[in-house]
């Protein structure tokens, strides 16, 4: 296998190239570069590379293969990583005008465990402004285009984690999920993405968008990838006082494990309306398809969903506001010239840094937090999040897995939903769910609509169930064998 076929395929192909010397580290970071070069023009992926990075730690990478000496299991594999988790010396903006030129004075705790596991790091991807939105367009930098139609958008808001994995600019990413910004951007773009449980891998040094919601996960070409990337960066953490103190499992042990007997519940007011055809019917495709792999099959209603979004749209923007107020021109990154006090300089810092979605967030956020309101609304919201997690909770005494589409519909153009907000916030219906309960969910390829766009299934389970979950996917993954690396070489000239 060349090396420019060999960056498309999955870490555990190129780890074996790697162990049989077939090709170095280096040279494999190499390929992924010159990949970037001659598709990030078009493809808006990377807001920075960390090249020198990346090839350092690719040469300590064949200095150990050299002497023999164990690896662990992603070393040497490219990773991107999401433009709002804190690499130490590098840029970390959100893509952000308020964080232009912010350096990162400390490393994200995931980044130590990469730096640990030897995984080398290509760049900092872009995303939706402080992760707020669903299409990537919400960059104060640039666009991301979707690889496998470039007219597309990716989904957000990790667009540009998951455009460099599936067009050949990485192995495998890390994004952050608050509503589905892992899930979604990785079912638009054909690739697994994990929304590990609440608290399963630290925060620490990753920018807060929404406290009680936000987690960090892997995006990856395969099951077994987002397993290998869920072992390398799980864990309790001192610096983070929500992650959990339980153990991290081996997530690739079960994998394998047969389905005899594993229940699964298709959500009844995710798989009915509001579906396009072929959405429609690659989920009806996979539950026959669990059928005959021997898992049992029961409708599941969860009635609470149709007042999740506008939970979450209080919930995670009263947060917002409050995680945003440390921008204020002092403590970081940008600050507005011509001003003439203190006050003048704090609205002028943030009426210039904030983009127009960031500050819609803001200014619903403190609506919902302010007195005289907070009870109508960010009480009301808590107490409905609740009854949602009730729900979960009974669902998951019937069931091991629940299933639905990720989104009501495949990738859509460019431009089409930017000026609706409320449009675009119901692209995240069947994902923020998960966030406002805290379990674990997963986005797997299950198929291509007319248009060739890739259609993403959504398996969740209850919380710490992430073993079960893989193995879910992982069994659908085989019998479905999506092709993921098409755009990577559409994209080759
Ligand atoms: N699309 C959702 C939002 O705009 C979710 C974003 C996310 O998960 N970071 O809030």
Redesign the pocket.
């Known amino acids: 296998m060349n090396i420019r076929e060999l960056i498309t395929k999955s870490s555990k192909e190129q780890r074996k190239a790697l162990l049989n010397k077939e090709v170095s580290a280096k040279e494999l970071v190499e390929a992924v570069y010159e990949q970037v070069s001659e598709v990030d023009n078009e493809i808006g992926a990377y807001n920075s590379l960390t090249k020198d990075f990346a090839l350092k730690t690719a040469e300590q990478v064949d200095e150990k293969i050299k002497n023999g000496e164990n690896l662990p299991p992603l070393a040497g594999i490219p990773l991107a990583l999401k433009d709002n988790i804190n690499l130490k010396g590098y840029s970390t903006t959100a893509s952000s005008k308020i964080l232009e030129n912010f350096i990162s004075p400390y490393d994200a705790t995931v980044s130590i465990k990469l730096k640990n596991n030897l995984i080398p790091v290509v760049g900092k991807t872009n995303l939706?402004e402080f992760?707020?939105?669903?299409s990537n367009e919400n960059s104060a930098f640039k666009i991301v285009r979707n690889p496998w139609n470039l007219k597309k958008v990716p989904g957000?808001?990790s667009g540009g984690s998951a455009a460099a994995v599936a067009a050949g600019e990485a192995t495998v990413a890390l994004g952050?999920?608050?509503?589905?910004?892992i899930r979604?951007p990785a079912s638009y773009c054909g690739l697994v993405g994990l929304k590990p449980t609440y608290g399963r891998v630290s925060r620490y040094g990753l920018i807060a968008?929404a406290s009680s919601l936000d987690q960090i996960g892997p995006i990856t070409r395969t099951v077994e990838d987002s397993a290998l990337l869920l072992n390398a960066v799980a864990g309790c953490d001192e610096h983070d006082s929500t992650s959990l103190n339980t153990p991290v499992l081996d997530y690739t042990a079960n994998l394998n494990k047969d389905l005899k007997g594993v229940k699964i519940g298709y959500i009844k007011e995710l798989c009915s309306e509001g579906l396009s055809d072929d959405v429609s019917s690659a989920v009806q495709k996979s539950i026959e398809m669990y059928k005959s792999l021997g898992a049992e099959i029961v409708e599941i209603s969860l009635p609470l969903i149709k007042y999740s979004i506008a939970v979450y749209y209080i919930v995670?923007t009263a947060e917002a506001s409050s995680n945003l107020a440390r921008f204020d021109g002092v403590r970081y990154g940008f600050r507005a010239k011509d001003v003439e006090n203190l006050y003048d300089m704090y609205v002028k810092t943030r009426a210039q840094g904030f983009g127009p979605e960031v500050k819609r967030r803001i200014m619903l956020g403190t609506y919902a937090l302010s007195s005289g309101y907070y009870d109508a609304y960010y009480k009301k919201a808590q107490q409905v999040r609740r009854l949602v997690k009730n729900d979960f909770d009974k669902a998951f005494e019937k069931v091991d897995v629940l299933l639905s589409p990720t989104c009501p519909h495949t990738a859509f153009d460019i431009g089409s939903k930017i000026e609706d907000p409320l449009s675009m916030y119901l692209t995240?219906i069947a994902t923020?769910t998960a966030n406002l309960a805290g379990i674990p969910a997963i986005n797997i390829p299950v198929g291509l609509d007319k248009d060739s766009m890739p259609i993403g299934l959504q398996l969740q389970a209850n919380c710490l169930n992430e073993s079960k979950l893989l193995n879910v996917a992982f069994k659908l993954e085989e019998a479905v064998q999506f092709n993921y690396s098409t755009p990577s070489k559409m994209l080759v000239k």
């Open positions: 939706d992760a707020m939105g669903s957000g808001s952050s999920d608050t509503g589905g910004s979604l968008f995670a995240d923020i």
